[in-house]
C-alpha cells in the first residue's frame, strides 16, 4: 500500500468530500499494512497469555509480531484489560503550560497545509498560558471494546456503539479501543465504573489530558517533538482500522501513557472554551455543531498526524471519519 501522505484538496472541502479522499486514500481497494505484512500468527499462537500480554508492548519486537500477539490476546482474553481494575497511572501535580503561542499559529499551520489545514483550527490552540495540575490518575489505555460490553450488559444503556456492525459485538477487536460513542456514553461509562467500584472515576479534563500527553515541557507528540511512524496508529501506518491497545510502545508518554496519539479521538470532559486571552474561533466546527460541543484529543487511525499533537483541540463532526473514544481519570 502507498501509505498518504497528504490531501490534494482545498482544505474548505475536508468535511465534503468522500471519507477515502479525506485520508488521502484512492476510491479503488487498496491492500492495508496488516494485510501486506506477514504477521507472526503461527510463532505467536504457541505462546501462553502472559508471554502475548508483554510482547505485545515490547518495543524490541517487530510491528507485525506485537500486532499478532495483541489479535491473540482479543480472542483468549486479554489479561492487561480489567473491567473493574482498569490500569491507572498516577500524575504528579505541578505547573503546566498548556497550549501554542500565537507567534507559532502561523507556522504550525503552514507545516501542515498539506494535509487541509486551516489556521483557525490551530488558533484554537492559543495563547499559551500556565496553569497548576492538582495530582490526578488517568487511564494507560482508551476504554477498550470489551470494557464497553460489560457496561451495555448490566446497565441496559440504549446507545450501542455504531462501529459495532448491527449491534454484534466485534470479538476479535475486543482489546481495541471502543469508538463511535457520545460524550454522555462516555460519561455515563464513567458513572457507572464509580458506583460498581466505589471509586471517583470520570473523563480527564482538556488540561489533564493535554499535560498527561505532554509533560512539563510541553512536547509536541507524546514522545517528542518530531512525528515518527512508529509511535502511533494514524492513517499514516496504513493500518486504516482500530488496533489492539498499548501495542506502540514507543509512543507512550513520558509518564507511561499508551495510544494518546492516534488509533481513537478521545472525549474529554470539557465542552469547547476559550483560551485566557482569547476569544471562540468560529470554524467549521462550530458552525455545523454549534459553540458547547465536546472537546476530543489525540487524533485516529482515520487522521493525519497534525491531529495527533498534543496541543490540538478538536472534536466530533457529523461524518463517519471521525473516530470518536474516550479514556478514563480518577480523581485522587
Given at each position: 500500500?502507498?501509505?498518504?501522505?497528504?490531501?490534494?484538496?482545498?482544505?474548505?472541502?475536508?468535511?465534503?468530500?468522500?471519507?477515502?479522499?479525506?485520508?488521502?486514500?484512492?476510491?479503488?481497494?487498496?491492500?492495508?499494512?496488516?494485510?501486506?505484512?506477514?504477521?507472526?500468527?503461527?510463532?505467536?499462537?504457541?505462546?501462553?497469555?502472559?508471554?502475548?500480554?508483554?510482547?505485545?508492548?515490547?518495543?524490541?519486537?517487530?510491528?507485525?509480531?506485537?500486532?499478532?500477539?495483541?489479535?491473540?490476546?482479543?480472542?483468549?482474553?486479554?489479561?492487561?484489560?480489567?473491567?473493574?481494575?482498569?490500569?491507572?497511572?498516577?500524575?504528579?501535580?505541578?505547573?503546566?503550560?498548556?497550549?501554542?503561542?500565537?507567534?507559532?499559529?502561523?507556522?504550525?499551520?503552514?507545516?501542515?497545509?498539506?494535509?487541509?489545514?486551516?489556521?483557525?483550527?490551530?488558533?484554537?490552540?492559543?495563547?499559551?498560558?500556565?496553569?497548576?495540575?492538582?495530582?490526578?490518575?488517568?487511564?494507560?489505555?482508551?476504554?477498550?471494546?470489551?470494557?464497553?460490553?460489560?457496561?451495555?450488559?448490566?446497565?441496559?444503556?440504549?446507545?450501542?456503539?455504531?462501529?459495532?456492525?448491527?449491534?454484534?459485538?466485534?470479538?476479535?477487536?475486543?482489546?481495541?479501543?471502543?469508538?463511535?460513542?457520545?460524550?454522555?456514553?462516555?460519561?455515563?461509562?464513567?458513572?457507572?465504573?464509580?458506583?460498581?467500584?466505589?471509586?471517583?472515576?470520570?473523563?480527564?479534563?482538556?488540561?489533564?489530558?493535554?499535560?498527561?500527553?505532554?509533560?512539563?515541557?510541553?512536547?509536541?507528540?507524546?514522545w517528542g517533538e518530531e512525528y515518527l511512524d512508529d509511535r502511533a496508529n494514524t492513517v499514516e501506518s496504513g493500518i486504516l482500522s482500530t488496533t489492539p491497545v498499548g501495542i506502540y510502545p514507543k509512543g507512550n508518554s513520558i509518564f507511561g501513557v499508551s495510544d494518546l496519539a492516534g488509533n481513537v479521538e478521545e472525549y474529554v470532559c470539557d465542552n469547547y472554551w476559550a483560551y485566557p486571552g482569547s476569544k471562540k474561533i468560529e470554524d467549521d466546527l462550530m458552525q455545523t455543531v454549534g459553540s458547547s460541543y465536546r472537546i476530543a484529543r489525540g487524533g485516529s487511525f482515520t487522521r493525519f498526524r497534525d491531529?495527533?499533537?498534543?496541543?490540538?483541540?478538536?472534536?466530533?463532526?457529523?461524518?463517519?471519519?471521525?473516530?470518536?473514544?474516550?479514556?478514563?481519570?480518577?480523581?485522587?
Amino acid at each position: 500500500m502507498s501509505i498518504p501522505t497528504k490531501v490534494s484538496i482545498d482544505a474548505s472541502q475536508i468535511n465534503i468530500i468522500s471519507a477515502r479522499k479525506a485520508m488521502g486514500l484512492p476510491e479503488h481497494y487498496v491492500s492495508g499494512v496488516t494485510e501486506t505484512e506477514q504477521l507472526d500468527f503461527e510463532y505467536v499462537r504457541r505462546l501462553k497469555v502472559t508471554e502475548l500480554a508483554s510482547m505485545a508492548e515490547n518495543s524490541k519486537v517487530p510491528f507485525k509480531t506485537r500486532y499478532a500477539a495483541g489479535t491473540m490476546l482479543a480472542l483468549l482474553g486479554d489479561p492487561r484489560i480489567q473491567v473493574f481494575e482498569p490500569s491507572m497511572i498516577f500524575i504528579p501535580g505541578d505547573r503546566a503550560k498548556i497550549g501554542l503561542s500565537w507567534a507559532r499559529v502561523s507556522e504550525v499551520a503552514e507545516m501542515y497545509r498539506d494535509l487541509g489545514v486551516i489556521p483557525s483550527w490551530i488558533e484554537k490552540e492559543a495563547p499559551q498560558f500556565e496553569t497548576t495540575v492538582q495530582s490526578f490518575k488517568i487511564a494507560k489505555y482508551p476504554v477498550t471494546n470489551v470494557e464497553y460490553l460489560a457496561f451495555l450488559k448490566d446497565t441496559q444503556h440504549p446507545h450501542i456503539p455504531t462501529s459495532w456492525q448491527f449491534g454484534c459485538f466485534p470479538m476479535t477487536r475486543a482489546n481495541h479501543p471502543v469508538y463511535t460513542v457520545s460524550p454522555e456514553s462516555a460519561d455515563a461509562y464513567a458513572q457507572w465504573l464509580s458506583n460498581k467500584t466505589n471509586r471517583q472515576f470520570r473523563l480527564p479534563s482538556e488540561i489533564e489530558w493535554e499535560y498527561a500527553a505532554g509533560g512539563s515541557a510541553s512536547l509536541e507528540f507524546p514522545w517528542g517533538e518530531e512525528y515518527l511512524d512508529d509511535r502511533a496508529n494514524t492513517v499514516e501506518s496504513g493500518i486504516l482500522s482500530t488496533t489492539p491497545v498499548g501495542i506502540y510502545p514507543k509512543g507512550n508518554s513520558i509518564f507511561g501513557v499508551s495510544d494518546l496519539a492516534g488509533n481513537v479521538e478521545e472525549y474529554v470532559c470539557d465542552n469547547y472554551w476559550a483560551y485566557p486571552g482569547s476569544k471562540k474561533i468560529e470554524d467549521d466546527l462550530m458552525q455545523t455543531v454549534g459553540s458547547s460541543y465536546r472537546i476530543a484529543r489525540g487524533g485516529s487511525f482515520t487522521r493525519f498526524r497534525d491531529l495527533a499533537r498534543c496541543k490540538r483541540r478538536h472534536g466530533w463532526f457529523p461524518k463517519d471519519i471521525y473516530i470518536m473514544g474516550f479514556r478514563l481519570a480518577e480523581t485522587v
